[in-house]
């Protein structure tokens, strides 16, 4: 079974994610694609990569979003219409399978797709699609699924889009002299298989990304995107800190009394609004032979 994350996580993150995703590559991305595309979303969740991406793009689009939580893709096709309709967009359900939404641009025709992306590319309508895109995805899969990923869009010459790979460990304001157990056990967390083919990337997604597309001969364009949680930002901060708190108790069990302190300390440091965290991420774009971006 591959890892899972919760709606209210997912919502939680958003505005974070909006803030961090680099425009530049985005916009690359956009000027790639044919008048009227089709993408791919991998791991859809809720669907907050279309909220940001399709105003972007501007024009009349499809979206098909992929992800193995049939909970998540109904929250996404309910969040999709209620911020169009929040901004005056209209949006309708012409079926059970499909959103449009009627933006200025041109409609967004989204539709969502239940499947195992432990398996992809197998099973992906490739053939449908004009990109391929995902957000806080990569650091989660294995090299052979890349692998296998950057041969099936090569044999489509389908670009790549990849936001928000994690690319380094977090960094706390104030530090705290047990931040070195904490980043050790969350990076061994990171790497353990997490149902997606295999040991997770973790920080090395954006590399080993790099490395399989370029050996397709595709072009690849890099940006960081790092999540700044400023010291205002107590529930983001609150929720960051319990998950990597939990995932490095996993593996630092020799540590366990200074993890406590860690906690205790950054709890404290939360509620009197004095923690901020710096956390690197890398988006990725990569362009086959003579597409321009």
Same mark, same amino acid.
């Given at each position: 079974?591959s890892?899972?994350?919760?709606a209210?996580?997912?919502e939680? $993150?958003?505005?974070?994610?909006?803030?961090?995703?680099?425009?530049?590559?985005?916009?690359?991305?956009?000027d790639?694609?044919?008048?009227?595309?089709?993408?791919?979303d991998?791991?859809?969740?809720?669907?907050?990569l279309? $909220?940001?991406?399709?105003?972007? *793009?501007?024009? %009349?689009?499809?979206?098909?979003?992929?992800?193995?939580?049939? =909970?998540?893709?109904?929250a996404?096709?309910s969040t *999709?219409?209620? $911020?169009?309709? @929040? #901004?005056? *967009?209209?949006?309708?359900?012409?079926?059970r399978?499909?959103?449009? +939404?009627?933006?200025?641009?041109?409609?967004?025709? +989204?539709?969502g797709l239940?499947a195992?992306?432990?398996?992809a590319p197998?099973?992906?309508?490739?053939a @449908?699609?004009d990109?391929? +895109?995902?957000?806080?995805?990569?650091d989660?899969?294995?090299?052979?699924?890349?692998?296998?990923?950057? =041969?099936?869009c090569?044999s489509?010459?389908?670009?790549?889009?990849?936001?928000?790979?994690?690319a380094?460990?977090?960094?706390?304001? &104030?530090?705290? &002299?047990?931040?070195a157990?904490?980043?050790r056990?969350f =990076?061994?967390? #990171?790497?353990?298989d997490?149902?997606?083919?295999?040991?997770?990337?973790?920080?090395?997604?954006?590399?080993?990304?790099?490395r399989?597309f370029?050996?397709?001969?595709?072009?690849v364009l890099?940006?960081?995107s790092?999540w700044?949680i400023?010291r205002?930002?107590?529930?983001? %901060? #609150?929720?960051?800190?319990?998950?990597?708190?939990?995932?490095a =108790?996993r593996?630092?069990?020799?540590?366990?009394?200074?993890?406590?302190?860690w906690?205790?300390?950054? @709890?404290?440091? *939360?509620?009197?609004?004095?923690?901020?965290?710096?956390v &690197?991420?890398?988006d990725l774009?990569?362009?086959?032979?003579?597409?321009p971006g």
């Amino acid at each position: 079974m591959s890892e899972s994350f919760s709606a209210e996580w997912l919502e939680l $993150r958003e505005a974070q994610d909006a803030r961090a995703r680099d425009l530049g590559l985005a916009l690359a991305l956009r000027d790639a694609l044919p008048l009227r595309p089709r993408l791919l979303d991998l791991g859809a969740g809720t669907g907050a990569l279309t $909220r940001w991406l399709a105003p972007l *793009i501007g024009r %009349a689009q499809a979206w098909l979003l992929v992800d193995a939580d049939a =909970a998540l893709l109904e929250a996404a096709f309910s969040t *999709i219409a209620e $911020r169009a309709e @929040q #901004q005056g *967009i209209p949006a309708t359900f012409p079926n059970r399978r499909t959103l449009l +939404v009627h933006a200025p641009g041109g409609a967004w025709r +989204v539709e969502g797709l239940v499947a195992n992306l432990a398996l992809a590319p197998h099973g992906l309508p490739l053939a @449908q699609a004009d990109a391929v +895109v995902c957000s806080a995805l990569c650091d989660l899969v294995s090299a052979d699924w890349v692998e296998a990923m950057a =041969a099936a869009c090569a044999s489509r010459r389908l670009p790549f889009y990849a936001a928000l790979n994690t690319a380094g460990p977090a960094r706390f304001t &104030p530090p705290h &002299p047990a931040d070195a157990y904490l980043r050790r056990g969350f =990076a061994r967390d #990171q790497a353990r298989d997490k149902g997606l083919g295999g040991r997770a990337l973790g920080d090395a997604a954006p590399a080993v990304l790099a490395r399989a597309f370029t050996a397709h001969g595709y072009r690849v364009l890099t940006a960081p995107s790092p999540w700044r949680i400023r010291r205002g930002d107590r529930p983001l %901060a #609150q929720a960051l800190t319990e998950g990597m708190l939990e995932a490095a =108790a996993r593996w630092e069990r020799g540590a366990s009394r200074r993890l406590q302190e860690w906690a205790a300390a950054r @709890q404290a440091q *939360i509620a009197a609004g004095r923690l901020s965290i710096l956390v &690197p991420h890398c988006d990725l774009l990569a362009l086959p032979p003579g597409v321009p971006g």
